[in-house]
Every structure is written in structure tokens, then in C-alpha cells.
């Protein structure tokens, strides 16, 4: 539970204030950032919500008056406890930067300096006179909730798990006590109740010492626990932001709204719907409003004019010209999801898998039933991927045995039959590496299709085209190269080429993890209507609980390389049974308003 | 249609008119080092190529006083025999450049191969290759080359396969952590997920996706290639007198430094443009398909490989 | 990390084994009559004979290399066939004065040229830095002997006569009496070694110091002076180890053509003689020898990276929490 929290008036100013923040590359060309404007009081948490390419990161930099190689801060005002840090001389900039302001970046494995020890790191960030001091140093240590001894501070990055070397970032920033943090995603990569344990550190700070805080993010569920303001980011420009409860119940843009359809929420079952066509790439500047393309909503008007941003309520201003009037988001109501066959199609008995001499997988059991869709979850280091490629075939050391169709399935992949192959179809998480970038989409999808069957040249062409067909992407795709298309058109083109075998079984490994938000959401609704239309069993590899009721029937919640609970969806979400589901329900970030406690920060 | 979108289209006709191949061409001579190192390497395999036709005298024949200054029938004056400099110094670059080509394709070839099976078969095939060929790669390469020169003596067939088994090793150091890479990507293990045989995994998955860094090994190789058989050369190990030949020029011709030094001058330089044309295309080509990011290029850290394991030359 | 080090050390001692044998079937087992090569073509069967039975031809192989390492491993590393003087009285000097020689090139031109690298890394793309990245790209392709050959043209022949076009000493006078026969010698071996200790140093530099950390410690506040010498130096040190280790193997090889075009009496001098007139015994020391520097200098770059880097040191120990 949050404490309220007195935040001081200083002058009447607020703690932070930019005024059209403008970020371009050196030669100007392109602008990653255009007319970035907003004010934080003391002791008050921003988020700051885009996807990738949006600008956000670029963004958060330059609050800091700090820009990466290559691009300038083009124009606007920051000023932090009155100090303009655009005026500042470099020197005067260099005092500023650690004391005022600070940063907590994303990976803090590569941001700590591997040669250092952690001690020295921390000392450093403290003036001159204290460095010395080990007691500061502990009192450090204790306030992020770190053992506060001697030979912790001896250690070496590489020595501490990502969750502590987090906290040591932490440490880092608030020991000055400054005015101002900018927090890039620093909680990506952790697992959820470390995750939720660093939040509430940070929540914690930011009260006790009355700083304002910026956190960026690309997880609206995990800006809504944190932040009592948000503003959302897209192309380069803030087009909405407010109170956070405001934004996410009344969402004016119709990015934000279509964003927010697009997340799903573990705690129902609405089906989540996505945002066709793609973002802007970074630095596309626009003279009109960059959504338009996406928009259904669009008007001439906005063709032609870029909106300015506009006041339509206390707090909350929006860069559109068809706010005005902003609906609630519909509540949504349960799907019916297709009850699934009894008809088993795999099962899997006693699976064992190792890595060298350890042994990851302890003896799992479980079955997958014709037509049915069924997500594995877990933590990282659960053993789901694992889990998922042994029944892909493609993990070598393997115990145990699997039955298909009630035969017997070989582990290996290069002792199964050509039937078994081409009925079991895998698909990675990542898109970028997916497909063989020398050749077309086209012939990668005729290669895989020659594999099993021998056709003429034009019956292959029609079967791909009717593949790419199936997952919505045009017939010109086929002639395409793989670094032409971005990573939802990657993910759905590696759908097609599992479904041109017309296979009865998809494994998913984590296909939408590496994706934005509102591709991943596009990706699971085709996925849903595949599995609907042609009655294909599906096991979805996933660590976000949130994805799992929009699309499996039955759940598998794997820990530690044992499988923990299995059952059906709606009982499993609502009535955990094993320790681990419990907890990764309780700590999963979740935004709908009845989830938060209180309202206010 | 609008100005706007008539202007729009006749660019998008413009630019598919253009194609593919000559654009990269256009930006690939953007770079300053291209256009040097082409032009350099050009000049001299013009030399090597017409050189023979158009001397004015046999490179054997005496035909003046030894070292004699040169004269308008002698432009660049007599070597150590008295024979014309000029004639010798057009004809001496066939031997160079036709055994460092030859060197050069075949180690490229055979490293390739080998680091190619062994970043793909890994496991026991991978050990066994590497070991064997870490035994080679124990040798400062002048001296191996040295070595076998010497015991199996300087026919040109024999030096080539000698040059080439000297960068088979190096070689297939560089291309086997290549392949390891595309060997580790999704498309490769779904390739295989799906029944594709080895062989054929190897050759239309792997090869065609570390091409970038073969071209950029066989380019360093080429350098040096040319700097040990002019090196061979030079001491004596390559051809016999009274052959000419660039390398043998330099060490008969240098004590008479002083009185024509155009006998050494001229050869030592035209080995030196070669090398540096054909490094700065080298070099031109790893950044230009770096940056570019064109499938099958070269990755950064491919090339930091070859840099760091190539050693200075 | 021991257990990493004594691999290493290990894998060393395999591979000077291999090298022995290499070394050894190269020379006395291949095609080309040992014999007939030293007594050259005008020999009679019966010295030919002579000589067969006086260098052991007429053993089994595996017992030659027997007797052969076992020579060598107690101090015994033949009699030159040119002179019959033992090979290791011959060969000592030799040793010194090529020691001299890269001892001299290492001291001159590591320094140098890792200064000049950090120096261009710290001013990117500056006048500077553009400046030498095209000098050195250059230099690099350049053959060693083609460099010297520059060097006596300019400095000893043709444009000024400021130093000897050749380095020889009467025998069994040092080489340090006259130091200016070292001069082209080591300048020669410097701005060979030049383009590539600087483009690593300058790269694993600039590596550094557009890594994460760097630009967070920036984003501390820290004085530049401390962003390089504390952050960024540290950790530049291990690869350019390496680079430094390899720079000198490659010396310890390359050393054979600079020593032959200045007449330089050491190792590779040496060992041309000894190929010119197939002294196999002066072969064979050489050889091992200048291999076996090799082999050892690439372990010691190995087993000093290993020290310096902190991960391989102390395996992880707070990841439980």
C-alpha cells in the first residue's frame, strides 16, 4: 500500500518543467523527438508509455540534457529545481548530472562496469568527502533492500543476479538525493516478483525524498502501478497525458485507446485486438499527425495539420482533433472460448531434459488434446522452453517418451517420421532469426512445402500464396526478403510456413515476447482464429499471464523444471492451487482500476 | 492526381529503374579507399597483364653495361647483368601475381571448407579439424613456408599448394566462428527441424550466408599471399635466376643501390601498390557491407575476428 | 581458473610436441635425399653411404625421432654439418642479437603505438584520427622487406647516406657496440607492427568507450579524466594483451626476411645459411626453437587474459539472492 506523501511547494514552480523539447540527429535531418512538453511536481512519478521507435528512450535522455552519438538536442527548455540545464555550461552541466538529476538505465549488467567493484562504483556517485564513508555506503545498501555488508561492496557485477545489480542502479541514483530520476524500463527482464519487489522500492524513494520521478516504459500494466501521471508517446511526439487513472479509464487518442485494447488483461477474458499496419521508423518526422494511417478515426484534417495539444480536462491534454468526446473503454465481458475435444492428440510421459550433466526438466507429464490450445507458463529458468522444444523435437538430450496420435514419437526430431514433421510444427520466438536472409519469404515457404510434398511449380506457388494468404499478408510479400519486413510481418510469415504443411499441432515458443504490444495483440488474434477455424491444437509458450485467457483452454504452469498445476484456464486463473500460480498472480502488473487499492499516488 | 502524387510516382519509377546491383555499386565507389585501392590495383595488373607484349627488349638478354644510367633507349637503365631494367620489371609480376591468385583461391577454398564442417558438424568433426590444424597455425607462417620451400624445393604447383595449405589454417579459424553464428540462428535448427540433411543444410542455409566473410578473408589473403611470394621471391626461393621476377629484382639488384637504384626502386614499388590497392579494396569492401547490412555480409564482429586472428599480416 | 590456466598450459606443451614432429618429418623424413642434398650431386654411393649411416638414415623412423627428442631435451642439439661445431655454441649469439632486435622493436614500438591508438580512439573521427587511420591503412598491406628496402632507399642510399644500408658486425663482436646498425633494423620492425597494434588498440578503445557502462558512468557526473583512466582503461587491457602477445609471436617469425635484407646476424639470418646449403641439424634447432617462442608467447597471451578478467577469476557468488 502507498503512503500519502507531502510533496513541498517550491516557488510556486514545479520541481521539473520542459517546454518544447526537440531532439534531432546531428545533421538535422531527421527528428526523434518534436515538441516534447510537461511538468512533474516533487515526489511525483511520470510515466512515459510508447513502443519501439516511438522516441521514449530518446526522450528520457534528454531530460537529462544527454543525447547518444550522433543526434543534438535541437531546441526547447529543462529546467529541474529552477535550474535551466539547457543554459548550463558542460562543466556546470557535469556537476548537475549525479547530483540533480540522475538515470537508472535498462540493463544494469551492461551499465556497471564489469572491472569495477560495486563499492567503488557506488562511492563514486557520492561527493568527494563521503566517498570514504562505509557507513553511507551501507545505509545505501540497506534503502534498496541489499545486504549491507562489507564483501558485498568488494563484489563484482558479474557476481550479483539482475535483480541486485537493479537495485544497485538504484542505490546509484537516489544516493544524492536529486530532483530528478529518469527510470529507463528498469524492470524489463526481471521476473514479476522481482519485478513488483523493485517497484515498490522505487515507489517507496521516491516519497520519503520528495523526488519526481520519469518512468518509461513500453508496459502500460507496469506504468499504471508506478506512476500517478502518464503520457504517451508515439512517432516522436506526446500525444496524450494525465492522470494516469483518467488516461487509462478515458483515453482521448485513439492510439492510447487502441493501445489499451490491445493489452491484455490477466484478470479477464475479453479478446484483445490490435492496431494494424506499422509505427512510423524513429526519425520520420511528419508535418501532419503521424497516426493518421493507422487511424480509423482520421479525418482530412488531420492529413493535412499536425494537432496541437489541447486541454480537454483537468490535467489531461491530448494531440487530437477528435477527442472531444472521449468514451470510457467498453467493460469487456468474457469470450467463449471453444470448449476443447477429448480427443488426446500428444501426451507426453515422464520428459526429462539436461543440459550437459544438469537436468532442467524433472520428469514432466502432461497431454494436449486435438483442437486445443494449451499455454505453458513460467518464470525464466521454469523449464517452458525447454519443455516446448523437446516436444518440437529439437532439444537432443531428452528422457522420457511422448505418444502422437497414440504411436510412439520419437525426441529427436531427425528420428521421427516425414508424417510426424510436417504434423508438429514449431515456431520461434525470435523474428529476426527465423528466416534464411538470402531468400525470399516465398521460396522459404517452397522449400519447407517441397520438403513433404512433391508438386509442380505453379501448385507450389498457389499453396504459398494461399498460406500468406491465411495470415493476412499480401501476395507481394512472397517476393520479399526477410529484412524487408518488420517483426509482426515476420512472426505471422513464420505462421504461414507452419501452416503450409497444414500441421495439427503449433508449438509457440514466446512467438509475441520479442513483439510491441499492439503487434503481439494482432499476432494472438490470428492465432485465435486459426485455432477456431481449422481445429488446430496449439501449445503457447508464454510468461505474461495476461496473454494466456484470450487464447488457451487449458494452462500448464511450470517452476524450476517441474510442472506445478495444470487445469483449465478460467479455474487455474481464478482458483490458484500451487504456491507459484499464487504468486504469479499476485505479482503481475495489472492496470484496470478495481486491481489498484487507492487511486492516488 | 495531385502534383504531389504524379511527383511521387515518377520518383518510385526512377528509382526501380535503377538496379539493385548498381546502386550498391554507386555507394560501395562512395568511399574514398575504393576508388584508390581500384585504381592502384588496376594500374598494376594492366602492367603485369600488357608488360610482356610491350618491352622493348627480352628480360633475359644483356644488352648494356651492369647498372648503367638510364637513356632514352634504356628508361630506367641496366640491373646487375646489364639487362634492360624496364623489360624486366614488365615481365616480373606474371609469376607474383598468377601463383598469389592461385594460392589465394585455393586456401580460401579449403579453409572455407573445413571451417564451414567444422562450425556446423561441431562436437567431435569440429575438435578434430581444429586441433589439427592449430599444429599448422603453431608456426609463424614465414618460417613454415620457409621450411617446406627449402625440403621440397620451388616448382610453382608446390609453392601454391604450399601458400594455400599456410592459409587454409587461418582461414577456417575465421570462417568457422562465422559459421558458428549462422549455425546458431532459428532458421538453421528449423531447417534441420524439418529433415533437411546436413549436407544440404551446409550448403544452401551456411554457405551462402558467410560469403561476406570469405570475400573479406580471401581480400587480406590476397595481401599476403603477394607479400610472401614476392617475400619467397626475394630470398631467392621462387624462381631462379636469370628469371625475372619483381622479388628476385630486389635482392640482386640492391647492392648496386647507389649507382642505378631504379633497379630496385621500381620493383619495390610496384609491390607496394599492389598490396595497398588490393588491402584498401579490401578494407573498402568489409566496411561498405557492413554498413550496408546486406544479407550474407559480413557481421562487425566477423570481421574483428579476422583482424585480431590474422595478426599483423 | 586454475583449472583454466593449466588446461591452457597443457595444450601448450601438446602442441610444441606437435610441432617437434612436424619439424622433424619435414626435414628428415620427407622426399629429398638428406644426403645427396648436403653432399650435392656429384657424390659417390660410398660417401653417400657414409654419410647415410653418420646421421642415422638407416634407422627406423620412430626410433630417429626418439633419439632425435631425446637429444634435444638433454642439451644436445647436434653438430652443424657445415662446420661440425655443436649447433648450440653456433646458435647462442644468434639468440642474443635477434633478442636485441625484437627486444628493441617491442620496447619502441608497443608503446608507441597503443599510445597513438588511445590517443585517436579518445578524439574519433577528428583530424587526427582520420590522419592516421589512412596512414596505417596504407602501411598494412605493405611486405616487411618492401619497408625495410624503403627505408635503406631513403635513409642509406639514394636520397641521404645518414645510416648503414646494411647491419653486420664482425663476428663475435656485439651488435650493441654499433648502435646505429640497429637503427633501420628496429624502425623497419616498428612501422611493421605499427598499423596493427594501433587499429586494434584504437578499436578495442573505441569498443569500450561506447559501451553501456561508460555512458552511464558519464551520466554520473564523473570527471573525464576519471571516465578513461578508471573506467575505460581497465577494461581495454585484456584484448590489447592479446594484441601485444601476438604482435611479438609474429616478430619472433617475421624476423627472418628483415635479418637477411640488413644482414643481421641472428636466428633468421641463420637459418637461411643453414637452408642454403641444407644443414639439417641447424634447420631443425632454428626452426624448433623460433616455433616453440611462438607457441609459448600465444599461452602467455591466453593465461594473462585469463588473469586479468574478473569474471573468469571468482565464479558468481551472490546469485542466490
Known sequence: MRSPVSSPVSCGEAAVVVRGLRVTTADGRRCLVDDASLELEAGEVLGIVGESGSGKTTLGLALLHHCRRGLRIGGGTIRVAGRDLGGAAPGDLRQLRGRLVCYVPQDPASALNPALRIGTQLAECLEPRARRDRTRLLDLLRAVKLPPQANFLESFPHQLSGGQLQRVAIAMAFANRPRLIVMDEPTTGLDVTTQAHVLETVRQLCGQHAVAAIYVSHDIAVVAAIARRVAVVYAGRIVEIGPTERVLRHPAHPYTRALIHAVPDIDDATPVSGIPGHAPEAGAESSCCSFAPRCTLAVDACRERLPALVVIAAAHEVRCPRSADPEPVPPRGPVAVRAASVRPLLAAHGLRAFYGRREVLHGVSFAVGAGECVALVGESGSGKTTLARCIGGLHGEAGGSMTFHGETLPLDTRRRSAAARRRIQYIFQNPYGSFNPRRSIGASLALTLAQFETLSGSERRAKVLAALDQVSLPASMADRYPRDLSGGQRQRAAIARALITDPELLVCDEITSALDVSVQAVITVLLSELQRERGLAMLFVTHNLAVVRGIAQRVVVMQEGNLVEEGPTDAVMRRPQSDETKRLLRDAPRFTAKARGCDTL | ?313 | MAILILRRLALGFLTIFMVSVLVFAATEVLPGDAARAVLGRGANATTLAALRRQLHLDAPVPVRYERWLGDLLTGHLGVSLVNGEPVAALIGPRIVNSAVLLGLTGLIGIPLSIAVGILAALKRDQRLDRVLSIVTLVLAGVPEFVVGIGLIVVFATVVVQWLPPVSMVAPGTSVLSKPQILVLPVATLVLVIFPYVFRMTRVTMIDVLDSDYMEMASLKGLPRSRLVLVHALPNAVSPTIQVVALTFAYLAGGTVMIEYLFGYAGLGQGLMDAIEVRDIPMIQAIVLLLASVYVILNVAADVASILVTPRLRRGRSWQAA
Open chain 2, 1 to 313: 492526381m495531385s502534383a504531389a502524387a504524379r511527383s511521387a510516382a515518377r520518383s518510385a519509377w526512377t528509382v526501380r529503374s535503377v538496379p539493385a546491383w548498381m546502386r550498391g555499386a554507386r555507394a560501395f565507389f562512395a568511399r574514398g579507399g575504393a576508388i584508390w585501392g581500384a585504381a592502384l590495383t588496376a594500374a598494376v595488373l594492366l602492367v603485369v597483364a600488357i608488360g610482356p607484349f610491350v618491352a622493348h627488349y627480352s628480360p633475359i638478354d644483356f644488352v648494356g653495361a651492369p647498372f648503367e644510367s638510364p637513356s632514352l633507349d634504356m628508361p630506367l637503365g641496366a640491373d646487375i647483368m646489364g639487362r634492360d631494367v624496364l623489360s624486366r620489371v614488365l615481365s616480373g609480376g606474371t609469376v607474383i601475381l598468377s601463383l598469389s591468385a592461385l594460392a589465394t583461391v585455393l586456401g580460401v577454398a579449403l579453409g572455407g571448407l573445413l571451417g564451414i564442417s567444422a562450425g556446423y558438424l561441431k562436437g567431435a568433426a569440429d575438435d578434430l579439424i581444429m586441433r589439427t590444424l592449430d599444429v599448422l597455425l603453431a608456426f609463424p607462417q614465414t618460417i613454415l613456408a620457409l621450411l617446406f620451400v627449402s625440403v621440397l624445393g620451388s616448382s610453382f604447383l608446390l609453392i601454391a599448394l604450399l601458400v594455400a595449405a599456410i592459409h587454409a589454417p587461418q582461414v577456417a579459424r575465421v570462417i568457422r566462428a562465422a559459421a558458428l553464428r549462422v549455425a546458431g540462428e532459428d532458421f538453421v535448427e528449423y531447417a534441420k527441424g524439418i529433415g533437411i540433411p546436413p549436407l544440404k543444410i551446409m550448403v544452401r542455409e551456411i554457405v551462402p550466408n558467410v560469403i561476406g566473410p570469405l570475400l573479406v578473408e580471401g581480400g587480406l589473403r590476397f595481401t599476403y599471399s603477394i607479400a610472401l611470394i614476392a617475400g619467397l621471391s626475394f630470398l631467392g626461393l621462387a624462381q631462379d635466376p636469370p628469371a625475372a621476377n619483381w622479388g628476385l629484382m630486389l635482392n640482386e639488384n640492391r647492392i648496386g643501390l647507389t649507382q642505378n637504384p631504379w633497379a630496385v626502386v621500381v620493383p619495390v614499388a610496384l609491390i607496394a601498390i599492389l598490396t595497398v590497392g588490393v588491402n584498401l579494396l579490401t578494407d573498402a569492401y568489409g566496411s561498405w557491407a557492413v554498413q550496408g547490412n546486406r544479407p550474407g555480409a559480413p557481421q562487425p564482429a566477423d570481421i574483428k575476428a579476422a583482424e585480431i586472428l590474422d595478426g599483423p599480416l
